[in-house]
């Protein structure tokens, strides 16, 4: 059975830091892509950064570069986003897909 599992959204302030993880089982993890979405709503899901298999690619959406970082691990099954910097405007439900697979989501709000 597939799973991709998110944690790490919350609360946090403008200017705060939080790290999503994603926990991911049942397919090969170290051959697929890995992406996060964030989806508000009434708006579509947009892709927010994407890294390949083996680190050796790497994108982010204009609107987070410089703030955001992916990352994966592969030994551990687990795709990484740290985010720096937040903004009112990142507040979303964020995704974690790989191969054909999605998350359940985790909130992110930046508010004070």
């Known amino acids: 059975q597939v799973q991709l599992v998110e944690s790490g959204g919350g609360l946090v302030q403008p200017g705060g830091s939080l790290r999503l993880s994603c926990a991911a089982s049942?397919?090969?993890?170290?051959?697929?892509?890995m992406s996060w979405y964030r989806q508000v709503p009434g708006k579509e899901r947009e892709l927010v950064a994407i890294?390949?298999?083996?680190?050796?690619?790497?994108n982010y959406a204009d609107s987070v570069k410089g703030r955001f970082t992916i990352s994966r691990d592969n030994a551990k099954s687990t795709v990484y986003l740290q985010m720096n910097s937040l903004e009112p405007d990142d507040t979303a439900v964020y995704y974690c897909?790989?191969?054909?697979?999605w998350g359940q989501g985790t909130q992110v709000t930046v508010s004070s």
């Open positions: 049942g397919f090969t993890f170290d051959s697929y892509y």
């Open positions: 897909h790989g191969y054909k697979y």
């Open positions: 890294i390949s298999s083996n680190d050796g690619y790497i």
